[in-house]
T-cell receptor
Framework: AQSVTQLDSQVPVFEEAPVELRCNYS??????LFWYVQYPNQGLQLLLK??????LVKGINGFEAEFNKSQTSFHLRKPSVHISDTAEYFC????????FGQGTTLQVKP | DGGITQSPKYLFRKEGQNVTLSCEQN?????MYWYRQDPGQGLRLIYY???????QKGDIAEGYSVSREKKESFPLTVTSAQKNPTAFYLC???????????FGPGTRLLVL
């Protein structure tokens, strides 16, 4: 079955600390992968995407993700988070339609 | 500015009533989508359209209907057959079905 799994429902972290949000995809999912961010009561904003080429993808707001085909993972990272990064983050894969993970709430504490 | 607009921001439905959510895009995208978001459940696809005058059911189409008479517009009707309509509804569009999707700001539907 096609699936995208986000391994953590909540990730608490202190401000200026590094963070990693984990995402695994099933091998049947196309290797078009995305990370979106959602602030409260807003739509989804594209953070970054992997379509082909370099496995390290840089996105907006200092985020980056690494595509790992052997581990079927696409983890999102940021070396130093800010309070303003507090939001819901969604990993998604495109199989002809977008398959979303369940979301990870990033809680940045002062 | 190019983008996707959804209206209204909040919508209230009475028992047995049909309500229509608006989605408009000026990105010249061929494909448009409707998703439903419930807490802790991620996003689920309701309907999508790859081209004008054509649309397909997604994973949870029961109780919903759509039309695609214009490229820019993809309204969603929540019918009285949808027994649990309270949710956040998101519209998205892309150049083609396999391309990056861009999202509108959402409509929150509440039942009175």
């Amino acid at each position: 079955a096609q699936s995208v799994t986000q391994l953590d429902s909540q990730v608490p972290v202190f401000e200026e600390a590094p963070v990693e949000l984990r995402c695994n995809y099933s091998s049947s999912v196309s290797v078009y992968l995305f990370w979106y961010v959602q602030y409260p009561n807003q739509g989804l904003q594209l953070l970054l995407k992997y379509l082909s080429g370099s496995t390290l993808v840089k996105g907006i707001n200092g985020f980056e993700a690494e595509f790992n085909k052997s581990q079927t993972s696409f983890h999102l990272r940021k070396p130093s988070v800010h309070i303003s990064d507090t939001a819901e983050y969604f990993c998604a894969g495109n199989t002809g339609k977008l398959i979303f993970g369940q979301g990870t709430t990033l809680q940045v504490k002062p | 500015d190019g983008g996707i607009t959804q209206s209204p921001k909040y919508l209230f439905r009475k028992e047995g009533q049909n309500v229509t959510l608006s989605c408009e895009q000026n990105l010249n995208h061929d494909a448009m989508y409707w998703y439903r978001q419930d807490p802790g459940q991620g996003l689920r696809l309701i309907y999508y359209s790859q081209i004008v005058n054509d649309f397909q059911k997604g994973d949870i189409a029961e109780g919903y209907s759509v039309s695609r008479e214009k490229k820019e517009s993809f309204p969603l009707t929540v019918t009285s057959a949808q027994k649990n309509p309270t949710a956040f509804y998101l519209c998205a569009s892309s150049t083609r079905i396999t391309e990056t999707q861009y999202f509108g700001p959402g409509t929150r539907l509440l039942v009175l």
